[in-house]
């Protein structure tokens, strides 16, 4: 803790050193992989302890729009990665806490104005990417609440709030993909490779939180209207063409995909469809050299049962010695062959 309050008083600093971000931020993973280990030596840590860093949080997030966007960025980071660490510690913890928690969630999570549904929103690339940054995060420490808590302190109204506030969240992303907002480093290659995420990196990153948050809130506790948001947003998410247009190779493939004459010609590395790669058995027992893989049955990719397994194993190998002998017989059996 001592020092990641030096390295987020240093960043305030004019003439701080350029990794004192990048310093602050592991810090702060550091100090939420210790947090989050406390439920498992709970006689080592002070209660005091959790207190002082949940407190050190908030002070972050309520100062954090005195800054400029870069700076309120690793703090608001810092602080929702250390808020989403204390919800390990369970309802003991967490209890006396909540209120202050929904404030905190209700705050970053707001319903989105006028100005986020508007085409010509006027704000730059760093404020979208640090509204979008926002949502994520604190997204991140409900999602994390949900998981430790859910089944104690989640009442009607807890899940009330948080559907509420999930709503918002997934308004905002949808508002943002209608508006159409470009990201400059996308139309243009830079000459100096860009470090971080670009926006639709961000948006993915918030649908991916919300999508989250939704799974494991449950949809008893969701309203009829959002689910039919949720529902619009996924499909479109997965079935529209015009959702991404992807990378400049992408678009490369897509604008040549009826001029090629051979699968070899393609520069993909996948052949449109074909591969060289080695496709694994999902469900077979055997190696090449017929031995029997019982690990490989207890690890099967589609978590079946190794009685089903095996039983789909005997199964394939029986059809495809019959297609063999199938072609293969008449061929034996012709004395002129």
Same mark, same amino acid.
């Given at each position: 803790? *001592? ?5 987020l ?8 050193s350029?990794?004192?971000? #990048? ?19 709970p ?9 002082? /860093? ?23 980071? =810092? ?9 390990s ?23 989105? $104005? ?10 730059s /690339? ?7 940054? =926002? ?13 430790n808590?859910?089944?104690?302190l989640?009442? #009607? *109204? ?6 509420s506030l999930?709503?918002?969240?997934l ?7 209608s ?17 971080? #995420? ?8 918030l649908?991916?939180?919300v999508?989250?948050?939704f ?19 996924v499909?479109?998410l ?19 995909s009826?001029?090629?004459? $051979? ?14 790669n ?16 019982k690990?490989?049955?207890q690890?099967?990719? %589609? ?10 194993? #005997? ?5 495809l010695?019959?297609l ?8 034996? %059996?012709d004395?002129?062959?």
């Open positions: 803790m *001592d020092k990641l309050q030096r390295d008083a240093s960043i305030l600093t004019p003439r701080s350029a990794d004192i971000p #990048l310093r602050a931020l592991g810090h702060a993973y550091g100090l939420a992989a210790l947090v989050s280990i406390i439920p498992q030596r006689l080592y840590v002070s209660y005091d302890v959790s207190a002082k /860093v949940l407190d050190m949080a908030s002070q972050l997030l309520k100062r954090a729009g005195e800054h400029d966007v870069k700076i309120a960025g690793i703090e608001v980071e =810092v602080a929702w990665t250390l808020i989403a660490s204390l919800m510690l369970g309802p003991n913890f967490v209890r006396p806490h909540l209120p202050q928690l929904l404030v905190l969630w209700r705050n970053a999570l707001p319903k989105p $104005t006028s100005k986020d549904t508007a085409t010509n929103a006027g704000r /690339v760093l404020e979208w990417l640090f509204l979008l940054h =926002v949502r994520e995060s604190a997204l991140g420490a409900i999602l994390c609440f949900l998981q808590n859910a089944s104690t989640v009442t #009607l *109204d807890v899940a009330r709030r948080i559907t999930l709503s918002n969240a308004s905002f992303a949808n508002n943002f993909i508006a159409n907002v470009e990201d400059p480093a996308d139309s243009q290659p830079p000459i100096i490779p860009k470090k971080g #995420l670009n926006m639709r990196d961000r948006e993915a990153l649908r991916r939180r999508h989250q948050c799974t494991t809130l449950g949809f008893s506790s969701i309203p009829d209207a959002t689910q039919m948001v949720l529902l619009q947003s499909v479109s997965f079935a529209s063409p015009d959702g991404y247009a992807g990378s400049a190779v992408q678009a490369a493939i897509a604008s040549s009826g001029t090629f004459s $051979t699968v070899w010609q393609s520069t993909d590395g996948y052949a449109y469809g074909l591969t060289f080695e496709v694994v058995d999902m469900g077979g027992i055997e190696n090449i050299n017929g031995e029997d893989l690990q490989g049955v690890n099967d990719y %589609l978590n079946r049962d190794t009685v089903e397994v095996s039983i789909d194993t #005997l199964v394939r190998k029986s059809n010695l019959s063999l002998f199938r072609h293969c017989l008449p061929c034996f %059996l004395t002129e062959s």
